[in-house]
């Protein structure tokens, strides 16, 4: 009797698990979407040179050194005020990144991982700059 239960348990909770997990799979990054768009800054705190990016998603901020789009993203943590983003660009290495929202135009972000065949590990400060271009 409690081998039938235990089924009907299990045939029950299936479908709740099945309409839970693309709901899991697809995390928004809202606070990547509520930057402000346009030319942006990146400095690095080793003091290498700073870099442009023209930031329209926010996205762009992931990924600063596999510059390829075609890469696979699983999102980590996905809060308010932290995004954390591991992602495998096939044949060109994989990164994880942490980005933390300090105002719509000031983020602080963390990345380690391989590019080219090298490992690498950066902390960076982006700013808002003004337009893209």
């Not at 402000?36 to 690095?44: A, H, L, P, Q």
């Not at 080793?46 to 050194?65: F, H, M, N, P, Y």
């Not at 590019?115 to 950066?122: D, L, V, Y």
């Amino acid at each position: 009797m409690a081998r039938i239960r235990a089924l009907h348990i299990a045939a029950l909770a299936a479908p709740l698990a099945a309409l839970a997990a693309p709901a899991l799979a697809q995390a928004s990054l809202a606070m990547l979407d509520s930057l402000d768009r346009g030319g942006w800054e990146v400095r690095y705190r080793d003091g290498s040179s700073a870099q442009k990016v023209c930031v329209r998603t926010g996205r762009e901020l992931i990924q600063l050194r596999h510059k390829d789009s075609g890469c696979n993203r699983f999102v980590v943590e996905d809060e308010a005020r932290d995004v954390t983003v591991q992602y495998t660009c096939r044949g060109n290495g994989y990164g994880r990144t942490h980005i933390r929202k300090e105002s719509s135009g000031l983020v602080q972000i963390d990345s380690q991982g391989i590019a080219g065949g090298k490992p690498f590990q950066f902390t960076a400060e982006a700013r808002q700059t003004g337009s893209c271009g």
